[in-house]
Every structure is written in structure tokens, then in C-alpha cells.
């Protein structure tokens, strides 16, 4: 059984930072994509950010220039650094990941969400 196990949330003033971690942990194949989706009170969940295998990645146009992630493959590790935090960044984050299975399948993955409140 696959597990996502996230750390890092907490209260932050706005313009602060805060560093999000997700583990991987299970009996899998191999990773293919990792990232972050939050949601906010209200609203639907919406991407964060996403790292490939290969190193690609991609950010939400809210996020693009304050936020990073980074992935440590051989950890089966990603993180979500976010620095000049926004009240409007407060929301519930949640790790996602889509991963291989020796057998050929492939499946689809959440963390039990962390939360991040950002105090204007």
C-alpha cells in the first residue's frame, strides 16, 4: 500500500515562507509525476505544482515566481518551497502523485493534506 505523508504546514504573516514535504513510501515501481493542489474553504481544489520524473515542471499562474518545487527521486521525496506568502494562499495543500506498478498499472495518489493559513 502506497502512502503520501506530508509535513510543513503551519501559520505564517504574509510575506513570510514556509517549506512543504511529501514522502512517498510503499512498494512501487516508479514514481511518474509529484505535486502539490490545494483548496481553499469554499472553492474547488486547484494545482499548486508538479514535478515529472524527467525534472519538468510546471506552477499556477498565482503561484509562478514565489513558489518551487523540488523532488528528490531517489527519496521518493517532494517539496514546495513558498516564500512571499499571500493571505489568499491559505487553503489546505495536499500531495499528489501518480505512480507505476511493476505489473504495469498505474495509480493515483493523495496525502492527507496539510494546512497553511497565511495572517494578512
Known amino acids: 500500500q502506497v502512502q503520501l505523508v506530508e509535513s510543513g504546514g503551519g501559520l505564517v504573516q504574509a510575506g513570510g515562507s514556509l517549506r512543504l514535504s511529501c514522502a512517498a513510501s510503499?512498494?512501487?515501481?516508479?514514481?511518474?509525476?509529484m505535486g502539490w493542489y490545494r483548496q481553499a474553504p469554499g472553492k474547488q481544489r486547484e494545482l499548486v505544482a508538479v514535478?515529472?520524473?524527467?525534472?519538468?515542471?510546471n506552477y499556477a499562474d498565482s503561484v509562478k515566481g514565489r513558489f518551487t518545487i523540488s523532488r528528490d527521486n531517489a527519496k521518493n521525496t517532494v517539496h514546495l518551497q513558498m516564500n512571499s506568502l499571500k493571505p489568499e494562499d491559505t487553503a489546505d495543500y495536499y500531495c499528489?502523485?501518480?505512480?507505476?506498478?511493476?505489473?504495469?498499472?498505474?495509480?493515483?495518489?493523495w496525502g492527507q493534506g496539510t494546512q497553511v493559513t497565511v495572517s494578512s
Open positions: 510503499g512498494s512501487m515501481f516508479w514514481i511518474n509525476t
Open positions: 499528489h502523485a501518480v505512480i507505476s506498478f511493476s505489473y504495469g498499472g498505474i495509480k493515483d495518489y
Open positions: 514535478s515529472t520524473s524527467a525534472g519538468n515542471t
